[in-house]
T-cell receptor, first 112, second 113 residues
Framework: RKEVEQDPGPFNVPEGATVAFNCTYS??????FFWYRQDCRKEPKLLMS???SGNEDGRFTAQLNRASQYISLLIRDSKLSDSATYLC?????????????FGKGTHLIIQP | DGGITQSPKYLFRKEGQNVTLSCEQN?????MYWYRQDPGQGLRLIYY???????QKGDIAEGYSVSREKKESFPLTVTSAQKNPTAFYLC????????????FGSGTRLTVV
């Protein structure tokens, strides 16, 4: 059974701090990886794709470790507006929903 | 701008009533999906479709029905057979393989009254 596991949190972090969380996946055939952000009572929105070499977008850095089968998200200089649930999404490229697995999300709270 | 539109944003259903949630996309995506999200829970797949006139059941299809008569549209009907329909319903779309990510609609919040 394909699984994507995330620590549900909540992670309570002071404003300005750096926070990181991981997502582990069980399917070694997984091809593409994404981090989504979901605000309370809103739809998930794509935050960033995760590339094999790692990638950065402003204060956000995503890493992929295929050997250990996990992806990570690092947020530097955290802002109050970063408070949200972060969903890890793993796709094995077969197409359709069969190839797609969502984590249940990590809840992040940035405190002033 | 391309996007995916769900309507209505809020919907109230009486016991024993069927209701239909609309989902339209102009992203030229082949695949479309319906998910249900309950408070504090992850996304659960109801139905998905990869091409017109074809769709497959997801993990919790009982009490729901869909159609895919046009590439752009994938409406979901919540039937009276669905015993606990109060939830947040999300429609999504993607390219066929899903390797470029998924785009979600803004959701429909359904409440049984």
């Amino acid at each position: 059974r394909k699984e994507v596991e995330q620590d549900p949190g909540p992670f309570n972090v002071p404003e300005g701090a750096t926070v990181a969380f991981n997502c582990t996946y069980s399917n070694s055939a997984s091809q593409s990886f994404f981090w989504y952000r979901q605000d309370c009572r809103k739809e998930p929105k794509l935050l960033m794709s995760v590339y094999s070499s790692g990638n950065e977008d402003g204060r956000f850095t995503a890493q992929l470790n295929r050997a250990s089968q996990y992806i990570s998200l690092l947020i530097r200089d955290s802002k109050l507006s970063d408070s949200a649930t972060y969903l890890c999404v793993v796709n094995d490229g077969r197409g359709g929903a069969d190839g797609l697995t969502f984590g249940k999300g990590t809840h992040l709270i940035i405190q002033p | 701008d391309g996007g995916i539109t769900q309507s209505p944003k809020y919907l109230f259903r009486k016991e024993g009533q069927n209701v239909t949630l609309s989902c339209e996309q102009n992203l030229n995506h082949d695949a479309m999906y319906w998910y249900r999200q309950d408070p504090g829970q992850g996304l659960r797949l109801i139905y998905y479709s990869q091409i017109v006139n074809d769709f497959q059941k997801g993990d919790i299809a009982e009490g729901y029905s869909v159609s895919r008569e046009k590439k752009e549209s994938f409406p979901l009907t919540v039937t009276s057979a669905q015993k606990n329909p109060t939830a947040f319903y999300l429609c999504a779309s993607s390219h066929r393989t899903g390797n470029y990510g998924y785009t979600f609609g803004s959701g429909t919040r359904l409440t049984v009254v």
